[in-house]
């Protein structure tokens, strides 16, 4: 007998309540820590007094500058969304009733791994943040210790640090920056530095406690406009993408030793799931392949000004109105930001967000890979 309608919704039914529960028994964490850069700063730049952003910032979620660096939602905005979780309360945010009970937020846009110097856009560098971190575990013990139920609201209670998931997402600015002032093969000498700042600040997090990581490697930062206007005048510097080689080269040497360092810490610490998801890799395919995702442009920034190919200046960012040459020019946002992967120059727009999120949650770019226990969580909104 061929299976009715309602035998088929009930099927349907059953199959998708059994998604569900694979959905929340893999990504099932009772708070989110997050650690970075812009790439993940849901506002702790900005609440720092150390830039503001004007609109259109903001303009297609938020509807204002939300402290974000982009036009709507981050990456970490949609992976939350998919674990069923708030948006992340950034640490210095001290309006707005902040709510750090499922979670908080030490990213800061401009932050590095090294620590900072006084050129440095951001002072909170990673392990800045790691002690941002570890005052906060022990002030809100502190505070649910004295003063009991009043606070448990909006703290999280002593196993959610166990049991919690530390995201990290931070190494970008490192590469950026030292482009400015060493060459390709300093750069690169560079790297193994780095990563040692980087693995003693998981250390330190481990000892706190912390035991689920997961580590976003760094993007193809040579196809950021703001990289192309400076390093990429001589064409001979660009590769078939039009994207500066020497970034992107500096980024692959970075992302190759950070998942050789992810798997040597799995290694040594047993007891923890580290989990490396390769973000240069979907956002490399997104820029090559951008038309077949529904983009119509792949490096010109939506929100810029100069026109074609990157409508990119770094005399006036985004929001900014300045005398250029005796005129008045305002960087302005294009008409359809979905149509752009790149929002400033530098960040990428809501719609590249989105797009690079959903390839995260198919879990093929992650090691280990979590893709043959979610094999349908692309086309089902959960
Ligand atoms: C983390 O790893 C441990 C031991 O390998 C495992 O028992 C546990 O279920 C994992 N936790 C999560 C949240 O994946
Ligand atoms: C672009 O798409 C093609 C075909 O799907 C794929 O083979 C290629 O690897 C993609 N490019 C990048 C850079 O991922
Ligand atoms: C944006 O939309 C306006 C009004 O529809 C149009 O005049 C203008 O040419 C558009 N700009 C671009 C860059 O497409």
């Not at 993408?241 to 290694?267: E, I, M, P, R, Y």
Request: aromatic share 12%; proline share 5%.
């Amino acid at each position: 007998m061929a299976p009715t309608v309602n035998n088929l919704s009930v099927v349907l039914f059953i199959f998708i309540s059994f998604l569900s529960s694979t959905l929340s028994l893999i990504l099932k964490y009772p708070a989110i820590v997050n650690f970075g850069d812009s790439n993940s700063d849901t506002g702790n730049l900005i609440s720092a007094g150390i830039e503001s952003v004007n609109p259109p910032y903001g303009q297609t979620y938020f509807k204002l500058p939300s402290g974000r660096y982009c036009d709507g939602r981050l990456i970490v905005d949609f992976l939350l969304d998919a674990m069923d979780m708030p948006f992340l309360n950034p640490y210095l945010d001290s309006l707005g009733l902040p709510n750090f009970k499922k979670g908080c937020n030490f990213a800061a846009a401009g932050s590095t791994i090294l620590p900072a110097n006084p050129t440095s856009v951001s002072p909170f560098s990673f392990d800045l943040q790691i002690s941002q971190f570890i005052r906060f575990k022990s002030r809100a013990l502190e505070l649910l210790a004295k003063t009991g139920r009043r606070y448990e609201k909006y703290l999280p209670p002593s196993d959610y640090y166990a049991k919690g998931l530390y995201l990290i997402d931070i190494g970008q600015n490192d590469i950026a920056g030292a482009f400015y002032s060493k060459t390709l093969d300093q750069v690169l000498a560079s790297v193994p530095s780095t990563l040692e700042t980087f693995e003693a600040g998981l250390k330190r997090l481990y000892k706190e406690g912390a035991r689920n990581f997961w580590i976003h490697n760094t993007g193809p930062l040579g196809c950021l406009a703001q990289n192309i206007a400076k390093f990429g005048t001589d064409s001979t510097k660009l590769d078939e993408f039009g994207c500066v080689s020497s970034h992107n080269q500096a980024a692959k040497l970075f992302n190759l030793q950070l998942h050789a360092l992810s798997n040597k810490f799995q290694a040594q610490l047993p007891d923890s799931n580290v989990t490396y998801i390769d973000i240069f890799s979907i956002k490399s395919n997104l820029i090559a392949n951008y038309s077949q995702y529904g983009f119509e442009n792949p490096i010109m920034v939506c929100c810029g000004i100069g026109g074609a190919p990157l409508n990119y200046d770094s005399r006036i960012s985004c929001g900014q109105t300045e005398v250029l040459d005796g005129t008045t020019i305002t960087a302005k946002a294009c008409n359809d930001s979905s149509e752009y992967i790149i929002w400033d120059g530098i960040h990428y727009t809501e719609a590249a967000n989105h797009f690079v999120s959903d390839q995260i949650l198919t879990g093929k770019y992650s090691d280990p890979a979590f893709s043959d226990q979610m094999p349908f969580l692309l086309s089902i909104k959960l």
